[in-house]
């Protein structure tokens, strides 16, 4: 799927979020949503067991696209059935827990795939 994000907002995006995100060393992250066995979000949260659990991943969105998020056998963004997603990302915040939503931006040019994430 192509975003159709121009490639400078998407090499501006990725620079900023490296130069300027806060430093998370030392925490435990957990890569969440490609796998329907994995458990719940709430569930992973719940565990304790990790400072940041980073959501995977919004495939589609800009240029008036209507946004999709691709959580492989979670829900199925197309049929609205992922709006449950809202209410355990709450969940783990109230647990301290940092959630990330991470985002693929194409840029066929240069053969690259480009990853951010985005503090929810």
């Keep these: 799927m192509r975003s159709g994000i121009p490639h400078a907002v ?3 995006l990725w620079i900023s979020v490296t ?3 806060k430093s998370n ?3 435990l ?3 969440w949503g490609q796998n329907a066995d994995e458990g719940s979000l709430t569930s ?3 565990r304790g ?3 940041i659990v980073n959501i995977a991943f919004l495939s589609t969105f800009g240029n008036g696209t209507q946004p999709q998020i691709n959580l492989a056998g979670h ?3 197309s049929s609205n059935s992922c709006k449950r997603l809202g209410q355990s990302i709450k969940k783990c915040q109230r647990r301290g827990t940092k959630v990330y939503l991470e985002f693929i931006c194409f840029v066929p040019f240069y053969y690259l795939l480009l990853s951010f994430l985005i503090f929810l």
Excluded: E, K, N, P
């Design 29 to 31: 992250v957990v890569y």
């Design 19 to 21: 130069l300027f995100s």
């Design 49 to 51: 067991r990790f400072q």
């Design 25 to 27: 060393a030392g925490s």
């Design 44 to 46: 992973t949260c719940r």
């Design 10 to 12: 998407c090499l501006f």
């Design 75 to 77: 829900c199925d963004s």
